[in-house]
Every structure is written in structure tokens, then in C-alpha cells.
């Protein structure tokens, strides 16, 4: 059963670090809610305060430059996956997007709510992992950026501090860069990802991401490193797989298999290297 708590609405994001300077701990900011809420409802969380950020005007917007586009915190996910130049510049981004749930979940979940949860298999982590997205945090020493592939630090732990707010995900854009997102589930729609990934090309290498294999998504390093060194053929592909299978660290449950999640890894890579070839 959910416990009573304190709800404010700031408009500025002074007021809301102010907040959450105020409450400490017992404080927690809600966004889209889809996950804070169920766990309050569950007794998994039970906050003093809540904090409601999505009448901050300044995140809730999509801002768009020739070589980079800025997702702000409050963008709902059904925003980012019908945006038209998310759509045409960043196609997987969007496809991951509208893999999220049902649309009515995409209604009120945000992407970067999905980032901050840091689900090993957040559908949105593993394209813009592989866009090399940075995530800018308010604080009380102001604004700061740091590489998404910092962020994560464990399951649902990030680097984020108590008094600190995301406001936005960055990244650069190429219109000669390539993405292919998967994500595989038991159900084509409204179903957790088993194993999800994002593939890039572009004109500095190969970028490989995957999620649900690891404690957090994750960049298969080695993996792009050996794709970087040699040109694409069907035996690279295989020996690719096979490096990326080993790189991998995933766990059984009731969802799947240790081996089947390092089968899938094999075939995410696969189907979309194939496409290059």
C-alpha cells in the first residue's frame, strides 16, 4: 500500500535542487512515474517527498542543431520515437523508443527516466550507448556532462547523487552513420527485452552495445575493436559473434538462459553486420 507523502511541483530546476536539498534522502523526483509509482504502490519505495519535475518548461523539449540533437529530461518516449528528425537522422533511437511497453505507457514514461532506472535492459540505453550520448546533471556546483557509458554503475545504480538532477541526453549526428537496433522478447509487443542491442557504423569504426547481459548495458569494446581491424566478410561476422558471445556476462531467469542470452547476442550481431556485408 502507498504511504502518504509531501507532493511539489516546481517550475525552475533551483526550486526542485532546493526540494531536494530540503528532504535529503526522503525525497524523490518523479518524472513519467511508470516505475517510481508501481514501486510505491508495491512498498518498494516510500518517499517523504515527491518531487514532480515535468512542469519544468526547459525539459521538455527536443533541441536540434546540423550535428546534434538534445533529448530533455521530461520528452515523453512516444515524443522521441515521432520526432522527425530523431526518425531521420537517428532511426534505431526511434525504434527503440516505440519498443518501450504499450503506447500508453510511452504516454507517460520519458527517456531519460528509462536511462536513470538503470535496468540492465532498458530498451533506450543500448542506441544511445552507441551514439556515445552524454547525460547533463544540475547541481548544486551547476551543470556537468558525463559519457553515458559512465553513468550506469550497477542494476538501478547510477552515479547520480541525491541533490543532483538529469536534464538532458546529448549526441552527435552523421548523416553517413549507420544503426541497426533488435530487441528480442518472448512477445513482439509490450514485453521486457530477453536481449536487446544496438549496432553502429560510422566514420570513426563500429559501435556495439547490448542490454540484459551484464549488470548494466553495456559496449562491447573488444568486439568493435576486432571489427575496427579487419573488413567485413562473412567469416569476420562469425568471428565477431564469437568474440561478442565471450564478452558478454548475462545471468539465468525466468525470463531466459545464460547460453540462450549468449545466443541471442549472437544473433543481434549477426543480423545486423549481415546487413552491411
Not at 179 to 199: A, H, N, P, Y
Request: aromatic share 6%; proline share 4%.
Amino acid at each position: 500500500m502507498m504511504k502518504p507523502f509531501e507532493y511539489f511541483r516546481p517550475t525552475s530546476l533551483k526550486e526542485a535542487l532546493a526540494l531536494l536539498n530540503t528532504y535529503g534522502e526522503e525525497a524523490t523526483l518523479l518524472n513519467g512515474g511508470t516505475d517510481l509509482i508501481v514501486r510505491m504502490r508495491e512498498g518498494h519505495s516510500s518517499p517523504k517527498a515527491v518531487i514532480d519535475i515535468k512542469h519544468i518548461e526547459m525539459l521538455r523539449k527536443i533541441k536540434v542543431t546540423d550535428s546534434e540533437i538534445t533529448i530533455g529530461a521530461c520528452v515523453l518516449l512516444n515524443d522521441v520515437g515521432s520526432h522527425p528528425v530523431i526518425r531521420e537522422r537517428v532511426p534505431f533511437l526511434a525504434q527503440a523508443a516505440l519498443s518501450v511497453g504499450s503506447k500508453q505507457v510511452r504516454n507517460r514514461a520519458t527517456c531519460i527516466g528509462n536511462i536513470c532506472n538503470a535496468s540492465p535492459l532498458a530498451d533506450t540505453a543500448t542506441p544511445l550507448l552507441a551514439l556515445d550520448a552524454e547525460v547533463e546533471i544540475y547541481g548544486e556546483a551547476g551543470v556537468k556532462r558525463i559519457p553515458l557509458k559512465d553513468f550506469f554503475v550497477f542494476v538501478r545504480k547510477t552515479v547520480l547523487k541525491q541533490n543532483e538532477i538529469v536534464t538532458s541526453i546529448s549526441f552527435n549526428t552523421n548523416k553517413d552513420a549507420k544503426g541497426i537496433f533488435e530487441k528480442m522478447s518472448r512477445r513482439k509487443e509490450v514485453d521486457l527485452s530477453t536481449v536487446c542491442g544496438t549496432v553502429f557504423r560510422g566514420k570513426d569504426g563500429y559501435r556495439v552495445s547490448m542490454g540484459a547481459v551484464a549488470p548494466t548495458p553495456i559496449r562491447l569494446y573488444k568486439t568493435e575493436a576486432y571489427l575496427d581491424a579487419h573488413d567485413l566478410t562473412e567469416d569476420v561476422i562469425q568471428s565477431a559473434c564469437e568474440v561478442a558471445v565471450n564478452e558478454v556476462s548475462p545471468i539465468s531467469d525466468i525470463r531466459a538462459s545464460k547460453a540462450y542470452r549468449q545466443e541471442l547476442v549472437h544473433l543481434i550481431l549477426k543480423h545486423a553486420l549481415s546487413e552491411w556485408l
